[in-house]
């Protein structure tokens, strides 16, 4: 499986950006595709997290209500809707998938397919 992250940018405090992430190769009916993020010294972090029959799954405390994950099986792509965006939120985003039914996964190791990667910038 090759995943292709895209849609990061620059955006002011209060803002919104959509990530997709494109997935080719070889694909499985039973994923759960997931983002992380990961902040300049920080480790990569849990963002969200989508299943094959569209169950959800976030880290609520930095993302409630402000982020939505979904995705267009016809175009085998996961979106990441990211609404009033706050400079903290300022990190390369990463694609995941992991072979499962389960949500259950929120850990970086856990994940076994990964895409390269899409900086998105928030300005105070």
């Known amino acids: 499986v090759q995943l292709q992250a895209s849609g990061g940018g620059l955006v002011q405090a209060g803002g919104s950006l959509r990530l997709s992430c494109a997935a080719s190769?070889?694909?499985?009916?039973?994923?759960?595709q997931g983002w992380f993020r990961q902040a300049p010294g920080k480790e990569r972090a849990f963002v969200a997290a989508?299943?094959?029959?569209?169950?959800?799954?976030y880290d609520t405390d930095s993302v409630k209500g402000r982020f939505t994950i979904s995705r267009d099986d016809a175009k085998k792509t996961i979106y990441l809707q990211m609404n009033s965006l706050k400079p903290e939120d300022t990190a390369v985003y990463f694609c995941?998938?992991?072979?499962?039914?389960?949500?259950?996964?929120?850990?970086?190791?856990?994940?076994?397919?990964w895409g390269q990667g899409t900086l998105v910038t928030v300005s105070s």
């Open positions: 995941a998938a992991k072979r499962s039914k389960s949500l259950h996964y929120t850990r970086a190791r856990e994940y076994d397919y």
């Open positions: 190769g070889r694909t499985f009916s039973s994923v759960i």
């Open positions: 989508i299943n094959w029959s569209g169950g959800k799954t």
